[in-house]
Nanobody
Framework: QVQLVESGGGLVQAGGSLRLSCAAS????????MGWFRQAPGKERAIVST????????TYANSVKGRFTVSRDNAKNTMYLHMNSLKPEDTAVYYC???????????????WGQGTQVTVSS
């Protein structure tokens, strides 16, 4: 049974930091590119970051570049998102996703987690 389970969300003040985790099971994690998406109330789900299978290539949305860092540990079947200098506009439900190719397109991903809420207060 394929599972992606996000954790690490919560409430943080502007300027603070959080680390999200995405634990994968039920498929060969190292064969899949991974992505972080987020969805704010009333908005569409949007790409935040992607990471290639080996972890050596990463991409970021312009809105988070320089503040967020994505990484993965294939030995632990886990992906991370380190979020620094958080802003109120980062408030959203954050989802991790697995796909055969890294993409900013939601349709490219085969598996999704249930999401974790991140709330940044001003």
């Amino acid at each position: 049974q394929v599972q992606l389970v996000e954790s690490g969300g919560g409430l943080v003040q502007a300027g603070g930091s959080l680390r999200l985790s995405c634990a994968a099971s039920g498929f060969t994690f190292s064969n899949y590119a991974m992505g972080w998406f987020r969805q704010a109330p009333g908005k569409e789900r949007a790409i935040v970051s992607t990471i290639y299978q080996s972890g050596d290539i990463t991409t970021y949305a312009n809105s988070v570049k320089g503040r967020f860092t994505v990484s993965r540990d294939n030995a632990k079947n886990t992906m991370y998102l380190h979020m620094n200098s958080l802003k109120p506009e980062d408030t959203a439900v954050y989802y991790c996703a697995a796909g055969r190719v890294p993409s900013g397109n939601r349709d490219a991903y085969d598996y999704w987690g249930q999401g974790t809420q991140v709330t940044v207060s001003s």
